[in-house]
């Protein structure tokens, strides 16, 4: 998957999202603990992990995770579509089916969260590796010590 195609309107909606609630680009970097240009570069899609920074750039916005990363959000971002038991029903359509639009919000959120449990494994392995590679270094140098 093609993530930065694929998605482009996460950063859209980061960007609309930013300057409704009047942020600026360093207010953001600052709040991620990113430099300014690192920052620009996720905007502008130059970044392609950059899946890592979206709970906190939606709590830094104030929105939940569910608007920053939802397509129709483009269109208007303060009208969530909010689904719960009470009204599932007025949004189902005839046949008593889940609307499209629901289906495909929540298969880019899987999608998001699959792309980043991948990278969560990664590190974890990589840290792995690391560990193993520390316990090595420490048995060799106890080993010349003795």
């Given at each position: ?40 570069k ?33 269109n ?40 980043l449990n ?29």
């Open positions: 998957m093609d993530s930065t195609k694929s998605t482009d309107w996460i950063l859209e909606n980061i960007v609309k999202i930013r300057k409704l609630k009047n942020k600026q680009g360093p207010e953001m970097a600052k709040a991620l603990g990113i430099a300014q240009g690192t920052y620009s996720l905007e502008n899609g130059k970044i392609k992990d950059y899946y890592e920074y979206l709970p906190k750039i939606a709590q830094i916005l104030g929105v939940s995770f569910h608007e920053l990363v939802s397509p129709n959000r483009l208007d971002f303060k009208k969530p579509l909010e689904v719960n038991a009470n009204n599932l029903d007025s949004i189902s359509n005839s046949n008593n089916s889940v609307p499209e639009i629901v289906i495909q919000q929540f298969e880019v959120i899987i999608n998001v969260l699959k792309e991948e990278n969560l494994k990664s590190e974890r392995d990589n840290y792995k590796r690391k560990y193993e590679n520390c316990k090595v270094k420490l048995i060799l140098a106890e080993g010349k010590n003795k």
